[in-house]
């Protein structure tokens, strides 16, 4: 007899009707329930995606689809509030709306644009639109309009008010970003995000940033994320997020074009055209910026007793430039919206690194995309490529010039180059759903789960045209591929009470597999009030430096390696083993974070977060592990010597490679707030405070290197606060901002020393002119600054020489000061431009 005829049968004809209950269940509540319809527009009738619709007093919502459509089912009979919300609209509510059973009620909304907001709507926090007082995480919004009031620049100068982030001004157009500590001149700790799109350097690990392909006139808005934010989106999201969204051709329709210009000899000019015929939308958009950067030149290591300088032929050149430009193809649907991105940049000009600066020339990034987009699917393929040009090191070339004085400037600028080559190519597939179980009357397990998932696919390949990465040694060019599926389930417990749970799954080909959790309590006792607790996990990855550097005779006697195997560390001579060195693994953070988000009395919106943050295996600069000269030879794990390459006399080397150093417990609060003083003026600002409480660095031999890897490099008190007026006179609007920053201690290779306290204020004035749909903005960025000392570099650049700092309190217009070690001191910029819209 088998084990099943052993079970009553009257046991399984009762779980027989259990599980016919429970499969028809859903079905039977819905069917009993009523449904909500309706199509958004905004001004001029255009369809609003992404408009956001909910029922206030339950979990039921929906997102507009690309024909501005939505339906929101499982409603119980009765009388509710539509409410409709979008970024750059006024909340419309929608009252007295009466569901029946079985029935579906029309609720149309046509929105007005709101020339001052609170709240609003996000995407970062969870990957799917949601209100910003209920997203699980710190996120600052800047929306279209907010942007069109910078001049030039790209994204960037709206970031200075973003919540918990550090801005840093290294030139006129040069800007750095970072979140939470541990900053560096190399940083890829924020991860940059474009469409969709991750916007990253395949050869170094860094964000695209001032490489993007996107002009300022065709953003629609900039979210910023501040924590860790890998359970979503994976590798280098470690201290937060950075999305960039572009605008619809249906919805931003016409010509807009700017020409700007202003101090350094700033020069801007950007086009951008979008039409429709019939369900296909079309865009294109160009631009042109440059400016002379401010100096100073560079004094690196001397040879042979004489300094070097990057000044002269072929040194440092501050004329930057940039040209880029994109377009897009889009076919709209009911279900959702296709769209072919293809866009290109073209950059000249200078950056700074651990070891000096280079010299930026036609470095070039492109861009392929093709994307679907629905509310409850997302899919993308695409393809990025950064290819370095004719970029050098300027310390290489200052020191090369003196070492080898007879060859020519070119062949000097050659042996100074690191030439890169960094494709990406990329698949990704998201889903979202609710599960719709039990009338918002009885919130039970399930009812209204939200749910996202999605699985990413990436393949980079790199190359150094067989010169400083492991192709040299290979032949080969670089082949890494990561795999990452995610999930997040978000269920009401009750009708004030959700739980958020979500996790990430990682395989990269260059370290072990790595789980990234995520987990929220959110606690809603009133509309637009959420208090939360959160933890997160999250990694920074290695990049391809840190695994894959092959340098050998990087200079005489000295070899670069990256480490990806381990060392193993023998005595010369003897060849006894003294050390052996792990392969290097990600950085991991772990962070609790404790928040509240509200709007009070439809005036003011606060957003405020208290975390601690536990950083380990913090990923070291260049150290040396082994000198043979001193009686240490270094090996691979797989024991070979690093002197060896194709053709080389396998001699040992002075061996400098990267590994994992020392953990670190960070706490902070982050603030941010917004008060509408009235419909046309409104006050903002943020407040961050951080503490280092404690520091474990190593000791003995790497002890220097510890040092480095765990300095903190940010400002523990900063400070913005402003005020904008729209319209309060005919046609104009008016702004100011604040802002301080504390000083502090930054080490980051050659860049050492102290980054004086200071305070700016930046200004702008924008006025509609009579003529039809153009406008007349003028800024002025540190138009007032106050400094708490100055700062000028050591004798040269290096690790063990800091620069020099001197006390001086000094306010005044025009007043100069420095944002980061041996970058330039800014003083006053001015800008005006005229934009048109047709």
Same mark, same amino acid.
């Given at each position: 007899?088998?084990?099943?005829?052993?079970?009553?049968?009257?046991?399984?004809?009762?779980?027989?009707?259990?599980?016919?209950?429970?499969? *028809?269940?859903?079905?039977?509540?819905?069917?009993?329930? /009523?449904?909500?319809?309706?199509?958004?527009?905004?001004?001029?009738?255009?369809?609003?995606?992404?408009?956001?619709?909910?029922?206030?007093?339950?979990?039921?919502?929906?997102?507009?689809?690309?024909?501005?459509?939505?339906?929101?089912?499982?409603?119980?009979?009765?009388?509710?509030?539509?409410?409709?919300?979008?970024?750059?609209?006024?909340?419309?509510?929608?009252?007295?709306?009466?569901?029946?059973?079985?029935?579906?009620?029309?609720?149309?909304?046509?929105?007005?644009?709101?020339?001052?907001?609170?709240?609003?709507?996000?995407?970062?926090?969870?990957?799917?639109?949601?209100?910003?007082?209920e997203a699980p995480a710190t996120v600052t919004r800047f929306d279209a309009s907010q942007i069109g009031l910078t001049i030039g620049n790209s994204f960037a100068p709206a970031l200075k008010e973003a919540k918990g982030l550090d801005f840093v001004q290294a030139g006129i157009t040069a800007v750095a970003v970072n979140?939470?500590?541990?900053?560096?001149?190399?940083?890829?700790?924020?991860?940059?995000?474009?469409?969709?799109? @991750?916007?990253?350097?395949?050869?170094?690990?860094?964000?695209?940033?001032?490489? #993007?392909?996107?002009?300022?006139?065709?953003?629609?808005?900039?979210?910023?994320?501040?924590?860790?934010?890998?359970?979503?989106?994976?590798?280098?999201?470690?201290?937060?997020?950075?999305?960039?969204?572009t605008k619809d051709p249906r919805e931003y329709r016409g010509l807009s074009a700017e020409v700007s210009g202003g101090s350094q000899a700033f020069m801007d000019a950007q086009v951008r055209y979008a039409g429709l015929s019939g369900n296909w939308g079309y865009k294109v958009t160009g631009e042109y910026q440059s400016?002379?950067?401010?100096?100073?030149?560079?004094?690196?290591?001397?040879?042979?007793?004489?300094?070097?300088?990057?000044?002269?032929?072929?040194?440092?050149?501050?004329?930057?430039?940039?040209?880029? *430009?994109?377009?897009?193809?889009?076919?709209?649907?009911?279900?959702?919206? +296709?769209?072919?991105?293809?866009?290109?940049?073209?950059?000249?000009?200078?950056?700074?690194?651990?070891?000096?600066?280079?010299?930026?020339?036609?470095?070039?990034?492109?861009?392929?995309?093709?994307?679907? #987009?629905?509310?409850?699917?997302?899919?993308?393929?695409?393809?990025?490529?950064? @290819?370095?040009?004719?970029?050098?090191?300027?310390? &290489?070339?200052?020191?090369?010039?003196?070492?080898?004085?007879?060859?020519?400037?070119?062949?000097?600028?050659?042996?100074?180059?690191?030439?890169?080559?960094?494709?990406? +190519?990329?698949a990704e597939v998201q889903n979202n759903f609710t599960i719709s179980m039990l009338a918002p009357t009885g919130v039970g397990a399930l009812d209204n789960t939200r749910i996202v998932w999605g699985v990413q696919v990436r393949r980079d390949n790199v190359s150094s045209m067989q010169q400083w990465l492991s192709d040299?040694?290979?032949?080969?060019?670089?082949?890494?591929?990561?795999?990452?599926?995610?999930?997040?389930?978000?269920?009401?417990?009750?009708?004030?009470?959700?739980?958020?749970?979500?996790?990430?799954?990682?395989?990269?080909?260059?370290?072990?597999?790595?789980?990234?959790?995520?987990?929220?309590?959110?606690?809603?006792?009133?509309?637009?009030?959420?208090?939360?607790?959160?933890?997160?996990?999250?990694?920074?990855?290695?990049?391809?430096?840190?695994?894959?550097?092959?340098?050998?005779?990087?200079?005489?006697?000295?070899?670069?390696?990256?480490?990806?195997?381990?060392?193993?560390?023998?005595?010369?001579?003897?060849?006894?083993?003294?050390?052996? +060195?792990?392969?290097?693994?990600?950085?991991?953070?772990?962070?609790?974070?404790?928040?509240?988000?509200?709007?009070?009395?439809?005036?003011?919106?606060?957003?405020?977060?208290?975390?601690?943050?536990?950083?380990?295996?913090?990923?070291?600069?260049?150290?040396?592990?082994?000198?043979?000269?001193?009686?240490?030879?270094?090996?691979?794990?797989?024991?070979?010597? #690093?002197?060896?390459?194709? /053709? &080389?006399?396998?001699?040992?080397?002075?061996?400098? #490679?990267?590994?994992?150093?020392?953990?670190?417990?960070?706490?902070?609060?982050?603030?941010?707030?917004?008060?509408?003083?009235?419909?046309?003026?409104?006050?903002?600002?943020?407040?961050?405070?951080?503490?280092?409480?404690?520091?474990?660095?190593?000791?003995?031999?790497?002890?220097?290197?510890?040092?480095?890897?765990?300095?903190?490099?940010?400002?523990?008190?900063?400070?913005?606060?402003?005020?904008?007026?729209?319209?309060?006179?005919?046609?104009?609007?008016?702004?100011?901002? /604040?802002?301080?920053?504390?000083?502090?201690?930054?080490?980051?290779?050659?860049?050492?020393?102290?980054?004086?306290?200071?305070?700016?204020?930046?200004?702008?004035?924008?006025?509609?002119?009579?003529?039809?749909?153009?406008?007349?903005?003028?800024?002025?960025?540190?138009?007032?600054?106050?400094? *708490?000392?100055?700062?000028?570099?050591?004798?040269?650049?290096?690790?063990?020489?800091?620069?020099?700092?001197?006390?001086?309190?000094?306010?005044?217009?025009?007043?100069?000061?420095?944002?980061?070690?041996?970058?330039?001191?800014?003083?006053?910029?001015?800008?005006?431009?005229?934009?048109?819209?047709?």
């Amino acid at each position: 007899m088998s084990q099943w005829s052993r079970i009553p049968r009257r046991a399984l004809a009762i779980a027989a009707q259990v599980a016919v209950f429970v499969l *028809g269940a859903p079905a039977i509540l819905l069917a009993q329930a /009523g449904r909500v319809s309706g199509t958004i527009t905004v001004a001029g009738g255009s369809p609003a995606p992404g408009a956001l619709v909910t029922i206030p007093g339950t979990p039921l919502s929906a997102q507009a689809s690309a024909g501005g459509t939505y339906r929101i089912s499982g409603i119980a009979a009765g009388t509710y509030d539509v409410r409709v919300q979008r970024v750059g609209s006024k909340v419309k509510i929608v009252t007295g709306v009466v569901v029946k059973a079985g029935e579906e009620s029309k609720v149309d909304v046509a929105l007005e644009a709101a020339p001052q907001q609170l709240g609003g709507v996000v995407v970062s926090a969870s990957r799917r639109i949601e209100k910003i007082t209920e997203a699980p995480a710190t996120v600052t919004r800047f929306d279209a309009s907010q942007i069109g009031l910078t001049i030039g620049n790209s994204f960037a100068p709206a970031l200075k008010e973003a919540k918990g982030l550090d801005f840093v001004q290294a030139g006129i157009t040069a800007v750095a970003v970072n979140a939470r500590g541990f900053n560096s001149s190399f940083n890829n700790r924020m991860l940059l995000t474009e469409d969709g799109r @991750l916007a990253v350097l395949p050869e170094n690990g860094l964000a695209a940033g001032s490489f #993007t392909t996107i002009a300022k006139l065709d953003l629609a808005g900039i979210e910023v994320l501040v924590g860790p934010g890998a359970a979503l989106y994976g590798p280098d999201a470690s201290n937060g997020v950075i999305t960039l969204s572009t605008k619809d051709p249906r919805e931003y329709r016409g010509l807009s074009a700017e020409v700007s210009g202003g101090s350094q000899a700033f020069m801007d000019a950007q086009v951008r055209y979008a039409g429709l015929s019939g369900n296909w939308g079309y865009k294109v958009t160009g631009e042109y910026q440059s400016a002379n950067d401010y100096g100073p030149y560079n004094r690196y290591a001397p040879i042979g007793g004489v300094a070097a300088i990057d000044t002269g032929n072929g040194g440092a050149d501050f004329k930057t430039n940039v040209m880029r *430009g994109s377009g897009s193809v889009v076919w709209y649907s009911d279900a959702g919206r +296709l769209e072919f991105t293809a866009g290109a940049s073209k950059s000249n000009g200078i950056g700074q690194t651990n070891v000096g600066r280079n010299q930026l020339v036609d470095w070039q990034y492109r861009v392929l995309q093709a994307k679907w #987009t629905s509310p409850r699917w997302f899919a993308q393929l695409y393809r990025t490529q950064s @290819l370095s040009g004719d970029t050098y090191q300027l310390n &290489g070339f200052a020191q090369n010039r003196l070492r080898y004085p007879t060859i020519s400037v070119d062949s000097m600028k050659r042996l100074s180059d690191f030439p890169a080559d960094g494709r990406l +190519l990329a698949a990704e597939v998201q889903n979202n759903f609710t599960i719709s179980m039990l009338a918002p009357t009885g919130v039970g397990a399930l009812d209204n789960t939200r749910i996202v998932w999605g699985v990413q696919v990436r393949r980079d390949n790199v190359s150094s045209m067989q010169q400083w990465l492991s192709d040299r040694n290979t032949g080969k060019e670089l082949e890494i591929g990561q795999t990452g599926g995610y999930m997040q389930i978000e269920t009401p417990l009750s009708k004030m009470l959700r739980l958020v749970l979500a996790g990430r799954y990682d395989k990269h080909d260059k370290y072990d597999a790595q789980f990234s959790p995520k987990a929220a309590l959110l606690v809603t006792p009133w509309e637009d009030q959420t208090f939360r607790v959160s933890f997160n996990r999250a990694f920074k990855s290695p990049s391809v430096l840190q695994t894959d550097f092959y340098f050998p005779n990087f200079s005489p006697s000295v070899g670069v390696f990256g480490n990806q195997d381990g060392f193993t560390i023998k005595s010369t001579p003897g060849g006894v083993t003294t050390l052996v +060195l792990d392969p290097i693994k990600p950085e991991v953070n772990n962070t609790w974070e404790l928040g509240y988000k509200g709007i009070v009395n439809e005036k003011l919106y606060l957003d405020i977060a208290a975390y601690t943050t536990r950083y380990e295996n913090f990923l070291s600069p260049l150290i040396v592990i082994a000198n043979p000269f001193a009686g240490a030879a270094a090996t691979k794990a797989y024991n070979t010597k #690093t002197g060896a390459e194709a /053709g &080389g006399t396998g001699a040992n080397q002075i061996a400098l #490679t990267y590994v994992n150093l020392g953990d670190a417990t960070l706490s902070g609060i982050d603030l941010g707030w917004r008060y509408l003083v009235s419909s046309k003026i409104a006050t903002s600002g943020t407040a961050s405070f951080m503490k280092l409480d404690n520091l474990n660095a190593p000791s003995g031999a790497f002890a220097a290197a510890g040092i480095e890897a765990t300095a903190f490099n940010s400002p523990v008190t900063k400070v913005t606060a402003g005020m904008d007026f729209t319209d309060v006179a005919p046609n104009a609007t008016f702004g100011f901002t /604040g802002r301080f920053v504390q000083g502090y201690d930054f080490r980051s290779g050659v860049n050492v020393g102290s980054i004086p306290t200071f305070g700016t204020i930046d200004v702008m004035y924008s006025w509609k002119t009579p003529m039809d749909g153009v406008r007349l903005t003028a800024q002025v960025q540190n138009l007032f600054t106050c400094v *708490g000392g100055e700062f000028q570099p050591g004798a040269w650049l290096a690790s063990t020489i800091r620069s020099i700092n001197t006390d001086k309190n000094a306010c005044g217009f025009n007043q100069t000061h420095v944002e980061m070690i041996n970058m330039p001191a800014i003083g006053t910029i001015a800008f005006v431009g005229v934009r048109i819209d047709r």
